[in-house]
C-alpha cells in the first residue's frame, strides 16, 4: 500500500514538473516572438534539447530522491524507535508515512529551489551553444594529459609566449625611438662644433685687423700730423 502510494505521488510529481517546463517553454518562446500564437507548429530541436536534458535531469533526482527515502523504510524507523513501535505500532505506521511525506516535499522543493536559482534553463541553453560551437570548430578541444606539469605548462606556456612577443615588439620601438634622438643629439653636436669654427674664425679675423689698425698708427711719424 505504501508503495503504490509512494509510486502515485512520484508521477504526479513528474507530471506536474514535466507540464510547468513546457508551460514555461511556451511561455519563453511566445516571449521571444519566435512563434505565432494562431499557428501551431512543431517545437525546435534547441526546445526539444533543453526540454529532454530537463526531463533527464529530473528523472535522476527522483531517482535519487527515491533511492534516499528507500534508506528510511518503515523497518529501519521502527528498529530505532522500537519501545514506542511495541507499544503502539498503528500511530508509528502514520507518523512514518507523515515522515516520508514531510521528506519527500522538503527535498522536492530544495530541488526545485536548484533549478529556480540556479537558472538551469539558461545554463542548458548555454550547454547548447557550446555543443554547435564545437561541432563547428575543426580543431580538437583540449584535454587533460593526467600530468599536472604539462598541463600547467601547457596553459602557462601560451601566455608567456604572448607577453614575449609584446616585450620584444615594445623593445623595438624603445630601439627606434632611442636611434632617433640619438641622431638629434649627433645634429645638435655638429651644429655646435660648426658655431665654434665660426666664432673662432671670426676672433681671428678680428685680431688680424686689429694688429693691423695697431701696425699702421705705429708707422706714422709725429711730421706727419697735419695741425689744423
Known amino acids: 500500500m505504501e508503495q503504490s502510494k509512494a509510486a502515485t505521488r512520484k508521477e504526479s510529481v513528474n507530471n506536474k514538473r514535466v507540464k510547468d517546463s513546457t508551460g514555461n517553454q511556451t511561455k519563453e518562446t511566445k516571449e521571444d516572438g519566435s512563434s505565432n500564437p494562431g499557428s501551431v507548429s512543431k517545437p525546435s530541436e534547441e526546445t526539444d534539447a533543453r526540454y529532454n536534458r530537463l526531463k533527464l535531469f529530473d528523472k535522476v533526482m527522483q531517482k535519487s530522491l527515491e533511492k534516499f527515502v528507500d534508506h528510511a523504510s518503515f523497518n529501519r524507523f521502527a528498529s530505532t524507535f522500537r519501545p514506542l513501535y511495541k507499544k503502539n ?46 561541432k563547428n570548430n575543426p580543431n580538437n578541444a583540449w584535454r587533460p594529459s593526467g600530468v599536472p606539469e604539462q598541463d600547467f605548462c601547457s596553459f602557462l606556456m601560451p601566455y608567456y609566449q604572448r607577453q614575449e612577443a609584446y616585450m620584444k615588439l615594445e623593445l623595438k620601438k624603445i630601439q627606434a625611438e632611442n636611434a632617433a634622438l640619438a641622431q638629434k643629439v649627433q645634429a645638435g653636436r655638429e651644429s655646435i662644433a660648426q658655431a665654434e669654427h665660426r666664432i673662432s674664425t671670426a676672433v681671428e679675423e678680428w685680431k688680424a685687423s686689429v694688429t693691423e ?8 711719424s709725429p711730421a706727419d700730423v697735419i695741425d689744423v
Open 213 to 220: 689698425f695697431e701696425r699702421l698708427a705705429s708707422s706714422l
Open 89 to 134: 505500532p498503528q500511530r508509528m505506521e502514520n507518523i512514518h508515512k507523515q515522515f516520508i511525506e514531510e521528506l519527500r516535499k522538503t527535498i522536492q522543493d530544495d530541488i526545485n529551489r536548484l533549478i529556480e536559482e540556479g537558472r538551469l534553463d539558461f545554463k542548458l541553453n548555454e550547454l547548447d551553444k557550446l555543443e554547435r560551437a564545437a
